[in-house]
Nanobody, 125 residues
Framework: QVQLVESGGGLVQAGGSLRLSCAAS????????MGWFRQAPGNEREFVAA????????DYEESVKGRFTISRDSAKNTVYLQMNSLKAEDTAVYYC??????????????????WGQGTQVTVSS
């Protein structure tokens, strides 16, 4: 079992930066692929980024490539999402997720096994 707790959300102006953190409990954290998703009001939860258990492989949703960076620190049981050049359309609740595989099987939210409670990111234009 893995428990995930996100932090770092907030209000930022367009063009600004935020770093989200996701603290995981459970000794098997280092064996899991980790990801970030987001959900805006009225929209389905969408994939943002993922990182393999080793950190060797990453993937990003097209609209965040070059602006967001996912990373992990297994010693701290924490995964991060550095978000730069934020846009109003990045406004959403951001969720941390874990996939029990060493890499993720699918970027659709239904394929992921564990979820945090979410943190709000609001970008003002």
């Amino acid at each position: 079992q893995v428990q995930l707790v996100e932090s770092g959300g907030g209000l930022v102006q367009a063009g600004g930066s935020l770093r989200l953190s996701c603290a995981a409990s459970g000794r098997t954290f280092s064996r899991y692929a980790m990801g970030w998703f987001r959900q805006a009001p009225g929209n389905e939860r969408e994939f943002v980024a993922a990182i393999s258990w080793s950190g060797e492989y990453t993937d990003y949703e097209e609209s965040v490539k070059g602006r967001f960076t996912i990373s992990r620190d297994s010693a701290k049981n924490t995964v991060y999402l550095q978000m730069n050049s934020l846009k109003a359309e990045d406004t959403a609740v951001y969720y941390c997720a874990a996939d029990k595989g060493i890499t993720w099987s699918n970027t659709h939210y239904s394929a992921w096994d564990y979820w945090g409670q979410g943190t709000q990111v609001t970008v003002s234009s």
